[in-house]
């Protein structure tokens, strides 16, 4: 019944700006912490950024400055603001949370991606 889903990926110029939204949905009890991670074509997957119930962040350190998580938990969404893009930030970016259902079970939930291309 929990889905999460993203958006906002698309193609941008080197030194561009995406702001990717992942909302989550379905009978949630509560969310603990949320994250983004990517993978790159022929790449493992590598985590890009965390950020807890309480607010605490925490981020790669290829991140360099450049990106910004937050989360508005009145909507179940976690936000990724990606600024000062290069070539090598091209990836699928999953959006990731640990979710507590109305049945008082818990796991982690993954989306199924959005696409973030940095190209001339």
């Known amino acids: 019944q929990v889905q999460l889903v993203e958006s906002g990926g698309g193609l941008v110029q080197p030194g561009g700006s995406l702001r990717l939204s992942c909302a989550a949905s379905?009978?949630?009890?509560?969310?603990?912490?949320m994250g983004w991670y990517r993978q790159a074509p022929g790449k493992q997957r590598e985590l890009v950024a965390t950020?807890?119930?309480?607010?605490?962040?925490n981020y790669a350190g290829f991140v360099k400055g450049r990106f910004t998580i937050s989360r508005d938990n009145a909507k179940n969404t976690v936000y990724l603001q990606m600024n000062s893009l290069i070539p090598p930030d091209t990836a699928v970016y999953y959006c990731?949370?640990?979710?507590?259902?109305?049945?008082?079970?818990?796991?982690?939930?993954w989306g199924n991606g959005t696409l973030v291309t940095v190209s001339s």
């Open positions: 379905g009978s949630i009890f509560s969310i603990g912490t």
């Open positions: 990731k949370a640990y979710i507590s259902v109305i049945a008082r079970t818990s796991m982690d939930y």
């Open positions: 950020i807890t119930s309480g607010g605490s962040t």
